[in-house]
């Protein structure tokens, strides 16, 4: 049974994705926004200080539901150096009564002017719910705390240049980063198709792994390259993937635990609630005791996500067998992976700055017209309500403002990021409209 620190609260089964909040995630939701929103316009947000002081006592612990991973982000934010005592003062000083605790964006790292580009810039075109739920479920509908992850998420991606690695095309990265290219033409690391439950299936094949072979940092940026790629493929209302760690052939050799440490903070602390499931296919008896090693790091939820294949037909259980590359004795899909590089012309749309820019203040203007929305459907039955609309009537415009900003970020998308592998292939997989395609060969 999985422990649960004061204000903590499980996600029941077939709750907390959009469509459907139950009445107090609805509430939780709208408090998240708020606070955004108060931050974004001043760098400051109030706020209860008992919100604050159970999360700070889990996160500083170290005794809490947060893995170690988590809980390292956590005492470098809002939680560091009792900070909570110090929001307090801040909150008592600007004429708040007890209680109350004030908490600012520069305390993380960040700045009021960074805010909302780095959010627009993470959402692309997902739903904005979306984004801020993935890290509300993974702190257990846990206000401050999500919080606090979500924005040391945006310093995390702002300190590593994310948006450069997402933008950038290949060619640029491997001119970089050292071997970048060997990292996409060796297979180690790809993503081909679904798996039953339709999340596309990321394939890392541990043997061609040698840890001393490139740069760490060419290996991290080659993570953050799939992974944001990755992303566009992921479709409503699908929002996670499944990974195959296929350990065929390991041996210690292969091993890179810095590279593991890398993965789990990645997954847990930046890209909350975006492992479905994490198949570790073919472990040899060296492995298990790694494994003993590796196990710990793990948020108990990740943990539960692990499921072992001891040979190719057991993969079936979770891969259809028309799905799965003939590589695998129970595969029927002849898909054989190779990195095809940038061809001629392919990013010819990002010199045409003028298209760029109009469609950019399109886009632009949606998320504008989304924020103001949301403000609306926050004020809905208190006294700050200016609108006499209901809350389905809000709710119904910025669904469908939701959707424009889907189509308006595919429009934009080529003018603002180089084309990438799922675009080069034939036929494509990235469809320039936002769909996916994956096409079988069987």
Same mark, same amino acid.
């Not at 903590?8 to 708020?34: F, M, R, Y």
């Given at each position: 049974?999985?422990?649960?620190?004061?204000?903590?609260?499980?996600?029941?089964?077939? =709750?907390? +994705?959009?469509?459907?909040? =139950?009445?107090?995630?609805? *509430? =939780?939701?709208?408090?998240?926004?708020?606070?955004?929103?108060?931050?974004?316009?001043?760098?400051?947000? &109030?706020?209860?200080?008992?919100?604050?002081?159970?999360?700070? *006592?889990e996160a500083t612990s170290g005794k809490g539901t947060q893995s170690a991973t988590v809980q390292a982000a956590a005492k470098a934010g809002w939680f560091s150096n009792n900070k909570a005592a110090k929001a307090e003062e801040d909150a008592k000083a600007a004429g708040y009564g007890a209680g109350m605790a004030k908490i600012s964006l520069s305390d993380l790292g960040l700045s009021v002017?960074?805010?909302?580009?780095?959010?627009?810039?993470?959402?692309?075109?997902?739903?904005?719910?979306?984004?801020?739920?993935?890290?509300?479920?993974?702190?257990?509908?846990?206000?401050?705390?999500?919080?606090?992850?979500?924005?040391?998420?945006?310093?995390?991606?702002?300190?590593?240049?994310?948006?450069?690695?997402?933008?950038?095309?290949?060619?640029?990265l491997d001119s970089q980063y050292p071997k970048f290219f060997e990292q996409l033409e060796s297979g180690k690391f790809y993503i081909n198709g679904t798996d039953k439950e339709g999340r596309i299936v990321a394939y890392l094949n541990v043997r061609l792994h040698k840890p001393n072979d490139q740069p760490a940092k060419t290996l991290e940026k080659l993570t953050v390259y799939v992974m944001e790629a990755g992303r566009v493929l992921l479709e409503y209302p699908v929002e996670t993937v499944c990974l195959v760690f296929d350990l065929t052939g390991f041996s210690l050799s292969n091993m890179d635990?810095?590279?593991?440490?890398?993965?789990?903070?990645?997954?847990?602390?930046?890209?909350?609630?975006?492992?479905?499931?994490?198949?570790? +296919?073919?472990?040899?008896?060296?492995?298990?005791?790694?494994? *003993?090693?590796?196990?710990?790091?793990?948020?108990?939820?990740?943990?539960? *996500? &692990?499921?072992? =294949?001891?040979?190719?037909?057991?993969?079936?259980?979770?891969?259809?067998?028309?799905?799965?590359?003939?590589?695998?004795?129970s595969g029927k899909d002849k898909f054989k992976y190779k990195y095809i590089?940038?061809?001629p012309g392919e990013n010819?749309?990002?010199?045409?700055?003028?298209?760029?820019?109009?469609?950019?203040?399109?886009?632009?203007?949606i998320f504008w017209k989304f924020e103001a929305l949301t403000r609306e459907w926050i004020a809905v039955g208190t006294p700050e309500a200016k609108s006499a609309r209901t809350e389905a009537e809000i709710e119904a415009e910025r669904e469908q403002v939701a959707k424009d900003l889907r189509v308006a970020f595919f429009k934009m998308d080529p003018y603002i990021r180089a084309r990438n592998m799922f675009h080069r292939s034939s036929p494509p997989v990235a469809q320039d409209d936002g769909s996916v395609k994956w096409t079988y060969n069987n």
């Open positions: 049974m999985t422990k649960l620190a004061k204000g903590d609260i499980l996600t029941a089964p077939g =709750t907390g +994705h959009i469509g459907c909040l =139950t009445p107090d995630q609805k *509430k =939780t939701l709208k408090e998240v926004w708020s606070i955004i929103f108060s931050i974004a316009d001043s760098g400051e947000a &109030v706020l209860p200080s008992e919100m604050m002081h159970e999360v700070q *006592k002017d960074q805010l909302r580009p780095i959010l627009w810039d993470n959402a692309m075109g997902d739903h904005p719910d979306s984004l801020l739920l993935r890290f509300v479920r993974a702190r257990k509908w846990n206000v401050v705390n999500a919080l606090n992850m979500l924005f040391k998420a945006f310093k995390w991606r702002l300190d590593e240049d994310i948006p450069a690695v997402k933008y950038s095309s290949d060619d640029k635990f810095n590279m593991v440490k890398y993965l789990v903070t990645v997954f847990e602390a930046y890209y909350p609630e975006s492992l479905g499931r994490i198949i570790i +296919h073919g472990a040899p008896f060296v492995f298990w005791g790694v494994w *003993k090693v590796i196990q710990p790091w793990l948020d108990p939820v990740v943990a539960a *996500k &692990v499921c072992f =294949t001891r040979n190719d037909n057991e993969l079936t259980q979770y891969i259809d067998a028309n799905h799965l590359p003939v590589q695998y004795k590089r940038a061809q010819k749309r990002l010199e045409d700055t003028e298209t760029k820019e109009k469609l950019v203040a399109e886009w632009k203007a």
